[in-house]
C-alpha cells in the first residue's frame, strides 16, 4: 500500500463522500458511490497516461507535495458536469429493476461525481478551469495551509464511514475491514501530502495511481457486499 503516497490529493476526502452517499441509498453497493465520487481522477489518470492532460512535478514538489495539472477534459467545470450526467444516465439504466427508485439513485451518482468537483475546486490552487483548455481558473488553494485542508479531509472520511457504517447490513468483519481500507487511505493521503518523496516521473505517478483507485474501488465495493445476498428491492 506504500504506492499510495504518490496517489492524488484529497483521495480520501471523495471516498469519504461516496460513504456518505452509500448511507442515503442502501440499495446500491456503496462501492458504486466511491467510484463515482473517484472517476474525476480516474479519467485524470487514464487521460495522462493517453496524453490527453498533463501533470508536471514543479522543483518545490519535494516541499509543496503538489503537482501542477493541465486537465481541462476530467477536472474542467463543464467537463465535470458532462461526466456527472454520464454517469447518472448509466446508473439510471443500469437500475432498471428498481422502478422509480433509478431516479433518485441516478441523481445521487451523479451527485458523487460532482462533488469531486467541488472538493478540488476548495483545495486546489486556482488551476481548475471552467471549460476549455485557456479558460479561466478557479481554486480556494486551501492546501496551502495543509493542517487545516488535512483536518477538512480526515473529517469527511470520519463523518462519511460513520455514516454509511451506522445500520448497514455488513457482518461485523467486514464493517472492520472496510473502515481499515478508509483509515489506511486516509493515512497514506496525508503522507503523500506532507512527507513523501516525489514519484520518479509523472507517467510512473499517473500509472500507479490509476492501479490504485481500481483497486481501492474494487475493494470497497467487494467489502460492502451484504449479508443475505443481493441488495432488497425496497428502501431499508
Known amino acids: 500500500m506504500a504506492i499510495l503516497e504518490k496517489e492524488s490529493p484529497m483521495f480520501a476526502g471523495h471516498m469519504g463522500v461516496g460513504l456518505a452517499l ?3 441509498e442502501r440499495r446500491v453497493n456503496v462501492g458504486v458511490f466511491i467510484a463515482a465520487g473517484l472517476l474525476l481522477d480516474l479519467l485524470l489518470w487514464l487521460f495522462v497516461l493517453l496524453g490527453w492532460e498533463t501533470v508536471t512535478l514543479p522543483a518545490d514538489f519535494a516541499r509543496t507535495h503538489q503537482p501542477e495539472f493541465i486537465f481541462p477534459y476530467s477536472h474542467g467545470l463543464l467537463a465535470a458536469v458532462g461526466w456527472s450526467a454520464l454517469a447518472g444516465a448509466a446508473a439510471f439504466a443500469a437500475y432498471g429493476r428498481l422502478g422509480a427508485a433509478r431516479m433518485r439513485i441516478a441523481s445521487l451518482v451523479a451527485a458523487a461525481v460532482f462533488s469531486h468537483w467541488l472538493l478540488d475546486a476548495l483545495v486546489h490552487r486556482p488551476e481548475m478551469p471552467l471549460a476549455s483548455p485557456g479558460s479561466a481558473t478557479v481554486g480556494g488553494g486551501l492546501w496551502q495551509n495543509m493542517p487545516i485542508a488535512m483536518a477538512v479531509e480526515a473529517a469527511i472520511v470520519v463523518v462519511g464511514l460513520g455514516l454509511f457504517l ?20 486516509l493515512a497514506f493521503t496525508v503522507v503523500g501530502m506532507t512527507m513523501a518523496p516525489p514519484p520518479p516521473s509523472a507517467q510512473a505517478m499517473a500509472a500507479s495511481s490509476l492501479a490504485v483507485l481500481v483497486l481501492v474501488c474494487a475493494l470497497a465495493g467487494w467489502l460492502a457486499r451484504p449479508l443475505g445476498g443481493p441488495w432488497p428491492t425496497t428502501r431499508r
Not at 447490513?169 to 483509515?183: C, F, G, I, T
Request: one cysteine or more; glycine letters at 8%; charged letters at 30%.
Open 166 to 185: 451506522r445500520g448497514c447490513r455488513l457482518s461485523r468483519r467486514k464493517r472492520a475491514a472496510l473502515a481499515m481500507l478508509s483509515l489506511i487511505v
Open 22 to 24: 452509500g448511507r442515503a
